[in-house]
Each structure stands twice: as structure tokens, then as C-alpha cells.
């Protein structure tokens, strides 16, 4: 029953963090040289830098998802979820906590610390266990082969708040700064194919969906996702889904009929969704969003629609905040609890340039590499958003393509072209 269930993914939720650290433990020191020696600690080792160890970790850990995922898809109520996800989340820190503390305690520790500080830079050298796996999301687009939008804008985005990315390509365009000259759909087999390959190796924290193109991609992703017992459930049922649409030329990147597809089977799995003001339109049968009021009308409607938030961006209305014609144009977008169904405004000026393309894909997975990075949603969004203005802002003098719509210089933080 379901009480038993949740009594056995608590224990889970405190046995992941004791084997990951022993596992963490026993290869550190293997790799040190430490298992050449006779000492008493030899057999400890050996054993928790096994492979065999790993794999009875790994399992414990796919079991744990797989218990969640049934709970969550027996739960209807989002208060219960959330507040049954936050007790699990303190239950695995305290967890950490515990054991971490018993190794400092230990004799020498103290010592050994000072030693693997050298080493590893971190104030806890413990908690080096956080870099061996980095930030991870999957991202099951379309490819841009101008590189301004879709997966390659995704890939730089992430890389450049530092996440790693995997890709499941879901359809191949040719376009460039004039517009979309083609779209050849990925068979929807060879879609799951590649998520299934990288998550049963690589797993990862965060989903972020873009351009599917068709009713049969979108149904099929849907499906790979909510597979109760599959075994590629590696992941933290976070998702970002960015419902493309339209291209910034105007050309159709999503089938009519696949519309229905995203609401009924993507937005129920995403916990954020992040439409621009265009497709909030479609998404809502072409109601008309002219104003901060109707875009915060717009985002409770789509949250209805079971996405935990709901980002709606507000660059294509030039004339938000400004209230006089001297005014500074502001970007305004709106960020909606699907909970509670409070909205919040993030405001920025608007900068005057072509070179947009690409933007809604850059801040979807820039809000993506935050959430796998471990920030809330609200963080996630306000750091999302500088780091998108900071890439529009330093790409205004770029000569990239001859047409209207140019990149964005998603390298701004490190390099000055």
C-alpha cells in the first residue's frame, strides 16, 4: 500500500547517500594507491571500489526512482507532492550530514583533511563526491544548422553556466539568419533510442524538451518519460519543456495537430513550461495577450494545464513599461505558480537588435543547466534571464549571416567578440 511504500523509499532515501560515499571513498583511495598496501583497511577497499558495488548502488538508486514515480503518479494533490518532496529532500541531507560527521570523527581525520584539501579544494573534501558527477541535463530537440537556436544554442547555453549536456536530435533543420529552408523529422523509434542510450548510462537531472515537430514525436517522448518500471527512469522528474512552436521567421516547426499533444501528455511532466507571448496564444486557441494582465491571465490558464510553473516571455509586446513615449522600452516576462497561482514580473530594458535567434531555446536551457545546478525555479529564472540579456547585449555589433535574424553571442562571459 502506499504507506508502505513511502516508509520504504525514506529507508532508500538514507541508504543512497552512505553508499555513494562509500563508493566515492573506497575509489578515492583506490586511485591513491591505497589498496596495495596490507593494512586492515585493505578488504574495505577492495569492496567499495568494486564494480559490483557500484552496480548494487546504481540499483538501489533505480529502485528508489521507481518507487517515486509511482507515488507521484498515484498523487493528485501538488501541495501533498511538494511537501512530500521537500520531507524526502531534508531526510537525504540529514542522511549526508550523518555520515560525513561519523568520518570526522574518526582519528586522523582531521589530518587526512588537511592532505586532501591540497588536492581536491573543497572546504569538506567529502563533498568532492559532488564533482565526480556534474550537473547533467537532456535536452530532445530539433538541431539549428546555423547553430543560433535549438540543440546548439542548448549545448552553449548550458555549457556556459555549467552543465553537461546529452541530446536525443528529434528533428534536423536547414536554416540559417533568412530562415528555415527544411525540417526532417527523426523516426520517433530512433528518438527514444538515443534517450534510452544516454540515460541508462549517463542519467540526468533535468529534461529539457524543444522543437518535436510532429504529434507521433511528441507522444513518443511522453511515453519514454512516464514509464513507471522502465529502467531508464535516472532522473530527478525535473523538466523544462519549451513548447517551439514557430520559428522567428515565421515558419511552422510544430504540426497543428501535435498541439493538443504537448498540453495533454508533456505539460502534466514539466515543472516549468516557458512559451513565448505567440505560442501562449496558440496554446490558449489564439486568445489575444496584449498586456502584463493578460500575460499573468495567460499563466494560471497554462499552469491549469499541469505544469508546476509557467515563464511566459514578453519580448514580442515592444511596448510594456512604457507609459510615456520618452520611456525606456522594458522586457518584461511573467513567472506563474501553478500552486498558487502567483505571478511574479522579471524586468529588464530592451535591447534593439536583430540578433534574437535562438533566444527562447537559450533561455529554456539556461534555465535547465540552474535547476540541474541546484537553484529553485525562481533562481533559475532571474539567472536565466541576466545571462540571456548579457548574450543579446554582446551580440548587437556581430555580422553573423546576412539575413534578419542573427545568434546570440552565448560565449559573452568568457570571450569579447
Same mark, same amino acid.
Given at each position: 500500500n502506499a504507506d508502505a511504500t513511502l516508509n520504504i523509499i525514506q529507508i532508500l532515501v538514507a541508504m543512497v547517500p552512505c553508499n555513494r560515499l562509500y563508493q566515492w571513498l573506497g575509489s578515492t583511495l583506490e586511485k591513491g594507491g591505497a589498496k596495495e598496501t596490507s593494512g586492515e583497511y585493505r578488504s574495505w577497499i577492495e569492496e567499495y571500489s568494486s564494480q559490483e558495488f557500484r552496480n548494487h548502488t546504481e540499483k538501489i538508486e533505480s529502485l528508489l526512482d521507481s518507487l517515486c514515480v509511482k507515488v507521484l503518479s498515484e498523487i493528485k494533490s501538488q501541495e501533498i507532492i511538494s511537501s512530500w518532496l521537500s520531507e524526502l529532500g531534508d531526510a537525504y541531507i540529514q542522511a549526508m550530514e550523518h555520515e560525513l560527521a561519523f568520518f570526522e570523527q574518526q582519528p586522523g581525520m582531521q589530518e587526512a583533511y588537511a592532505k586532501l584539501n591540497e588536492s581536491t579544494k573543497n572546504e569538506n573534501p567529502f563533498l568532492a563526491i559532488s564533482d565526480l558527477i556534474p550537473p547533467r541535463i537532456l535536452i530532445v530537440a530539433g538541431s539549428d544548422s546555423g547553430g543560433g537556436a535549438g540543440i546548439q544554442a542548448d549545448i552553449k547555453a548550458a555549457s556556459a553556466l555549467g552543465a553537461?549536456?546529452?541530446?536525443?536530435v528529434a528533428a534536423l533543420t536547414a536554416q540559417n539568419s533568412r530562415g528555415v529552408q527544411g525540417i526532417f523529422p527523426i523516426p520517433i523509434d530512433f528518438v527514444k533510442q538515443q534517450m534510452e542510450s544516454v540515460l541508462l548510462d549517463f542519467g540526468t537531472d533535468v529534461i529539457k524538451t524543444g522543437m518535436l515537430a510532429t504529434k507521433e514525436i511528441v507522444t513518443g517522448v511522453a511515453t519514454q518519460l512516464k514509464s513507471e518500471h522502465s529502467p531508464i527512469e535516472r532522473w530527478r522528474r525535473m523538466m523544462v519543456c519549451d513548447p517551439v512552436m514557430v520559428s522567428t521567421s515565421g515558419h511552422v516547426l510544430l504540426e497543428d495537430s501535435a498541439i493538443e499533444s504537448v498540453k495533454r501528455e508533456l505539460f502534466?511532466?514539466?515543472t516549468i513550461?516557458?512559451?513565448?507571448i505567440p505560442e501562449a496564444s496558440l496554446l490558449l486557441g489564439n486568445r489575444? +495577450? =496584449?498586456? +502584463? &494582465?493578460?500575460m499573468k491571465d495567460a499563466a494560471r490558464d497554462l499552469c491549469a494545464m499541469g505544469p &508546476?510553473?509557467?515563464y511566459i516571455k514578453g519580448g514580442h509586446l515592444k511596448n510594456l513599461g512604457k507609459a510615456n513615449s520618452g520611456d525606456e522600452v522594458k522586457a518584461i516576462d511573467i513567472l506563474c505558480n501553478g500552486?498558487?497561482? =502567483?505571478?511574479?514580473e522579471y524586468i529588464s530594458p530592451m535591447i534593439e537588435t536583430g540578433n534574437t535567434h535562438g533566444t527562447g531555446c537559450t533561455l529554456a536551457s539556461s534555465i535547465s543547466a540552474l535547476l540541474a545546478r541546484g537553484h529553485t525555479? =525562481? =533562481?533559475a529564472v532571474a539567472s536565466a534571464k541576466d545571462y540571456v540579456s548579457g548574450a543579446i547585449k554582446a551580440s548587437v555589433h556581430l555580422q553573423l549571416g546576412s539575413g534578419p535574424q542573427g545568434p546570440l553571442n552565448h560565449h559573452w562571459q568568457n570571450y569579447k567578440w
Open positions: 553537461f549536456s546529452t541530446t536525443a502534466p511532466l514539466s513550461v516557458t512559451p513565448n489575444k +495577450i =496584449e498586456d +502584463i &494582465q493578460s &508546476q510553473w509557467v500552486r498558487t497561482g =502567483e505571478c511574479k525555479v =525562481e =533562481e
